[in-house]
């Protein structure tokens, strides 16, 4: 028996399959120990792990060549069942091809995929891996969940990608200020600040925002601060739009709230902050008369 054909086909695939993931993990070690830069440190690593499956298959079919001609046969009358019960993972193997040669999102983007947000840590054949931020954190931080989700997912419902063509995000803070402060100084106060913490991000959105007007039939918004006022029943309440890095949402809120805040305490009153709190401002004076033998 250990001269039978099929025996030395099956000793062979066991052998060269084991000689090319040994092949394949000692190239990783290799060149990816070689890399610095993350993204391309995890390009590379899938670029030959991927290598690897097609010298598998190049090596089977060599190996089988002989029969690949009665397996023809047999393929094609059990293909019509085989992709009906397996219909789900050949729509996720679609799925990645359509990542792999579009731009739905890639390794490292911040998506949003059916409610569940999060950084794309690995897009494999069936599925994508996020690393997940939000849920019981507050804020875009991790929270230590990774979900994995299919990537047929692409073809079924919308992909929201915060990191894409502009990696920047549109965000406001809202400041209420007392009735009767100084609304120059008020203003000038918030603007100042705004410059101040989120002036470096318009210069460099604006020239990704102008990559996008060339890509898209897409207006040519302003990315600078924006400051409006609006009077409210209970107070004059700023609203500061601007533009921050999709990965300092929470950072840039902190920063911009303690400048506000520092220079509104350093105003000696001319410009104060409001809230909701009631405030007894003065009580009227009160008489007591009491009878001598009353009850």
Not at 119 to 128: A, F, H, P
């Amino acid at each position: 028996w250990l001269f039978d054909a099929n025996v030395g086909r099956l000793a062979a695939t066991i052998v060269g399959l084991a000689v090319i993931v040994v092949l394949v993990r000692a190239a990783q070690r290799a060149l990816v120990g070689r890399i610095e830069d993350t993204d391309t440190r995890y390009r590379v690593r899938k670029a030959v792990g991927f290598s690897g499956y097609v010298f598998a298959f190049l090596f089977l079919a060599a190996l089988f060549s002989d029969k690949l001609g009665g397996l023809t046969v047999a393929f094609g009358v059990a293909g019509a069942g085989i992709a009906f019960a397996l219909q789900e993972v050949i729509a996720s193997i679609a799925g990645w091809l359509a990542l792999t040669f579009s731009n739905f999102y890639h390794p490292g983007d911040r998506v949003q995929l059916g409610g569940i947000k999060g950084d794309v840590i690995d897009v494999g054949v069936l599925r994508t891996t996020l690393m997940e931020v939000g849920e019981w954190v507050d804020g875009d931080l991790y929270n230590g969940r990774i979900v994995r989700v299919a990537n047929s997912f692409v073809f079924k419902a919308p992909v929201f990608n915060y990191s894409g063509d502009f990696p920047f995000l549109w965000d406001e803070i809202r400041v209420p200020i007392r009735f009767g402060s100084d609304r120059a100084e008020a203003r000038a106060i918030i603007q100042q600040v705004a410059d101040r913490v989120v002036g470096e991000y318009a210069k460099t959105s604006a020239i990704a925002w102008k990559g996008m007007v060339k890509k898209y039939r897409i207006e040519d918004a302003s990315v600078t601060p924006m400051l409006t006022l609006v009077a409210t029943d209970n107070w004059l309440q700023y609203t500061l739009r601007y533009v921050v890095d999709y990965r300092r949402r929470r950072g840039v809120k902190d920063a911009l709230f303690n400048g506000i805040m520092d220079l509104v305490e350093a105003s000696s009153g001319r410009v104060q902050l409001a809230s909701a709190t009631f405030e007894l401002v003065a009580a009227p004076p009160i008489s007591v008369q009491t009878s001598a033998g009353g009850r």
